[in-house]
């Protein structure tokens, strides 16, 4: 039913391809891919073991990781408490083209603070910037803590080598949907293809700057996921803190890095405790505890152009039928 589904979408335009993995704490129970990985300007099919650039997925699976294993929650960076930053209510603004400044993180000093702290939820790219500046060795420790002792170092990583590429899909043409935002020159022209789609991690990170640059399998995002859910990273009690709303009377239901449910359309059918992220590209990962659920969806919806398409509708479609 998944696959039919996923296929009809693929018609419809959504997205070119999708790969999936669904299952509980105890692990995968089905997994699949369908679609064109790479539809222009030639063709590779999808499979399981395709490599998806999990764009945002990066902030929970790898950032808030890494950071809640190494900061206390009391730790500033640049003024800013390491709480402020993963419940997205820091008061910076949504994003920044920061590849256009010359020095990007004093921009955003600068030029980011856009409300007064606490008031307001704002999800924030500029708050996974700061953070990732804050962990030194960042890439490293994200191998030698997540990927290596959970086994998918060949699966999750941070800066794909070359010769994967063929392994990879493919994301937009040519950088121009930042470009539009930003009323820029776009940052990249052709393809991009194996390479982080983000700008600001493109630019500041060379491929990873804390709001984006995984590149994953979707049995490999299920593994971290199930890493969250087994609290096996991390200690429960932080497990349970990150995973649970601390922004209640804001715009929005934040934990530590995790977004809860609030009712839209890719998330009206799960339990209040759910918990969960979504990448740009058309990436998203959602553990419900209640059901024992963990619910992974790759797509890069975002090749050949990021068209507006009804990402959310069909991320609540494969939930509904995941569950």
Known sequence: MIIEFLQREIDLGTFPSAS???GS??????????????????????????IYDCASLTKTLITTTVVLQELPLDHQIH????????????????WMPLYAYDDPIAALLKDGPEYERGTRVVYSDLNLILLWTGIDDFAAKARQRIFVPLGIESEAMLFPPAELRPRIAATEWGQRYEAKMSGLKPL??????????????????????????????ARAVFRIAQAWANAELLPR???????????????????????LPTGSAATHMLSPRAYGHTGFTGTSVWIDPDRDRIMVLLTNRVHPCAAPVPIQAARGEFHRLAL
């Open 20 to 22: 999936y993995a669904i």
């Open 25 to 50: 704490s105890r692990g995968i129970e089905e997994e699949g891919a369908v679609g064109q990985a790479v539809a222009v300007p030639l063709r590779l099919p999808a499979t399981v073991d395709t």
């Open 79 to 94: 003024g800013y408490t390491v709480r402020e930053l993963l419940t997205h209510t820091s008061g910076l603004r949504a």
């Open 188 to 217: 990249r022209e052709g393809l991009i293809w194996g390479e982080t789609h983000d700008g600001n991690s493109f630019s500041l990170g060379r491929g990873c700057a804390g709001n984006a640059g995984l590149f994953a399998t």
């Open 237 to 259: 009690e932080l497990v349970d803190e990150a995973t649970r709303n601390l922004t209640p009377g804001l715009d929005d239901a934040r934990g530590l890095g995790w977004q």
